[in-house]
């Protein structure tokens, strides 16, 4: 299999809640959307966010949509500096999103915050002074 990532998609309970926040809010570039589509797919640097009611998303991978909690999974966005941590992250509560950590020196010698999107999906902005992931 290729090393790749090709989408992300996020099942939403508000699929319009969900499509403000990231293409109102933090500006993410929506790809033939039309208001009313089930299937949104934002074009991000790299790879693609795509958001899909959260029920059809479970009844497509045959699992219940139910659950609450730490899913596991955690998106990450790398800054260049600390103020760029700071700015990304000040951008992101602004759009609506609600801060779970703020961004601050960490463990592993860089700098980082978490924030939750509209519906809890975590979100790290980092600093990596060892790895240029920006």
Known sequence: MKPKISL???GARDLERMVAFYRDGLGFPTHNYTPGDDMVM???????????????AAKDAGVSSEGSGFTGVTL???????????????????AGAT????????FWGGYSGYFADPEGNLWEVAWNPFTDLT
Not at 42 to 47: D, I, Q, V, Y
Not at 76 to 94: C, I, Q, T, W, Y
Not at 99 to 106: M, Y
């Open 8 to 10: 992300i998609t996020f």
């Open 42 to 56: 934002f074009r991000l640097e790299g790879t693609w966010l795509g958001l899909f009611p959260r029920e059809e």
């Open 76 to 94: 990450s966005h790398n800054e260049p500096s600390k103020e760029g941590v700071d700015r990304a992250f000040a951008e992101a509560l602004a």
């Open 99 to 106: 801060a779970v950590k703020q961004p601050q020196d960490v």
